[in-house]
């Protein structure tokens, strides 16, 4: 499939449209989510039939998000703060999973590149500079859409052990500043039941 064909896929139009622009990291995730998606034979989740893990939150997460339909507010997207652009993808009805990790080398940036992302995030970029990096970003991120599956992830399958089904349950009102809390997040001590924000500032680890 050309560049040009995912260019014109809804899904990529929604998926840039969700992440606010088309960048190289979200052409990684919207890649890394097609591809384990057709690894587990699935469509997108409409509840909790597929369960996500990624393992960045970066750009690319928001393409998963998009495309796989699991979020955290269903409780079927799980984050692992690992820095790593792998993705896992798990069919709650088969219980197939598949591991989609990116390559190396694939997300690396020349120096022009890298020197118009700092110029970029300090502000510094003039008109002309923002117009050249959203060009190179531009190019970067069909380059992505364009290689083949192969070239970009290594895809094995694997077998996890899925968390529950989310939970829906009560909330409680803490003991120390009044709001609903979901009950189970509540720790009982001595002077009532405290939600995690107002122990932590009773032990001081705020």
Not at 14 to 23: L, Q
Not at 62 to 90: E, P, R, S, W, Y
Request: charged share 30%; with cysteine; net charge negative.
């Amino acid at each position: 499939m050309s560049s040009q064909n995912i260019l014109d896929k809804e899904s990529w139009k929604e998926a840039v449209k969700f992440h606010g622009h088309m960048c190289p990291g979200l052409s990684i995730g919207y890649r890394a989510a097609v591809a384990g998606l057709e690894q587990l034979q699935n469509c997108r989740s409409a509840d909790e039939e597929i369960v996500t893990i990624v393992e960045t939150n970066a750009c690319g997460a928001d393409a998963v998000q998009c495309l796989t339909g699991c979020t955290f507010g269903k409780g079927n997207l799980i984050f692992k703060d690992h820095g790593k652009q792998v993705f896992t993808f798990v069919s709650r009805d088969t219980g197939k999973g598949a591991r989609v990790s990116l390559k190396p080398g694939i997300i690396e940036l020349d120096e022009r590149h890298l020197q118009l992302i700092e110029l970029m995030r300090s502000e510094e970029a003039t008109d002309q500079e923002i117009e050249e990096f959203w060009l190179i970003h531009h190019k970067k991120s069909v380059s992505i859409l364009e290689k083949d599956i192969d070239e970009l992830f290594d895809i094995r399958e694997v077998n996890i052990t899925l968390p529950p089904k989310a939970k829906i349950e009560p909330s409680v009102i803490c003991d120390e500043c009044g709001e609903p809390t979901m009950a189970s997040k509540l720790t009982e001590i001595d002077s009532g039941r405290l939600c995690p924000e107002c122990e932590a500032q009773i032990n001081g680890c705020s």
